[in-house]
């Protein structure tokens, strides 16, 4: 089998946790929904029932992995636009002015964001080889983007780290790369419920320890996004549970080892987990 391994550096990033909101909280690397969102950009998907969106739900898979340096918290102030916030800022919905000065229309309202700095990411991406090889051209020349290339919020943009051929990368996956794993891991990265995923994907990716494994890792449990469907005007997200791993040793198991498919060429195992759309 083959994956598409991309490499990304963010001078800063935001991966917002949803349901934070004087404090927004962010994630230590993006959820699937915003890997998904990077990709449609990538490809020019603007609705989901274009054509390429078809293409791409059916048999992907990802893997995320990624470390910064530090974290600084934001204090800014947001726009609420609703009327009753105009109302109650200003005193009357057709008044713009405080103090003789002219001001936005809405509300304020004042909010902390917490900011990753120097954020390093290597993302896999698995779907049939016809579709990576697409998908790799799109991004080494993304002439079809939408908005500029970020992941998180609009103003985090993303470069690609280090030499083109290795930063945009088709790699093979065979029998060869399974090997045991285990010590001081640097990155953070989801590793999905196997009571999922075995549903779903072969045992070319994973074998039958990966359920004690899951059960040994440390980890935060999470329900991470993954496609969404409209539903009368609102995004409505899949859920897929997962831990998160926040860098660590990996457990040494004195039986029988726990394998994994390793990215050889950067010492990584690969989890990756398979996106299910549900929506019509």
């Known amino acids: 089998m083959k994956i598409l391994r991309l490499k990304i550096y963010q001078p800063h990033a935001h991966y917002r946790i949803p349901f934070t909101f004087s404090r927004r909280h962010t994630y230590p690397i993006p959820p699937y929904s915003t890997v998904i969102g990077f990709i449609c950009n990538v490809l020019g998907i603007r609705e989901q029932s274009d054509e390429e969106f078809q293409k791409l739900k059916d048999g992907l898979s990802l893997a995320i992995y990624g470390k910064f340096e530090s974290m600084t918290r934001e204090y800014i102030w947001f726009r609420n636009l609703a009327k009753d916030s105009h ?9 713009r002015v405080i103090d003789q000065t002219p001001e936005h229309p809405g509300g304020q309202i004042p909010t902390r964001i917490d900011v990753l700095e120097d954020v390093k990411l290597i993302i896999y991406i698995y779907h049939n080889e016809d579709f990576l090889k697409v998908l790799k051209s799109k991004f080494e020349n993304p002439k079809n983007r939408i908005y500029p290339l970020h992941l998180g919020r609009a103003e985090d943009w ?7 051929d290795e930063a945009i990368k088709i790699i093979e996956i065979n029998e060869e790369n399974k090997k045991p794993f285990y010590g001081r891991f640097e990155y953070y990265t989801w590793i999905p419920d196997p009571i999922r995923e075995k549903k779903y994907i072969d045992n070319k990716i994973y074998n039958k320890n990966f359920e004690r494994f899951f059960q040994k890792i440390k980890g935060s449990s999470h329900l991470i ?5 409209i539903r009368s005007g609102v995004r409505v997200f899949d859920y897929i549970p997962a831990k998160l791993f926040e860098q660590g040793d990996f457990p040494f198991y004195f039986d029988e080892p726990f394998e994994f498919t390793v ?6 195992p690969i989890f990756l987990c398979k996106m299910i759309y549900s929506g019509n």
């Open 87 to 95: 109302k109650s800022r200003f005193g009357s919905p057709t008044n």
């Open 158 to 164: 993303i470069v690609f780290e280090g030499n083109p």
């Open 263 to 268: 990215d050889k060429d950067l010492n990584i």
């Open 225 to 229: 996004t993954s496609f969404y469907k």
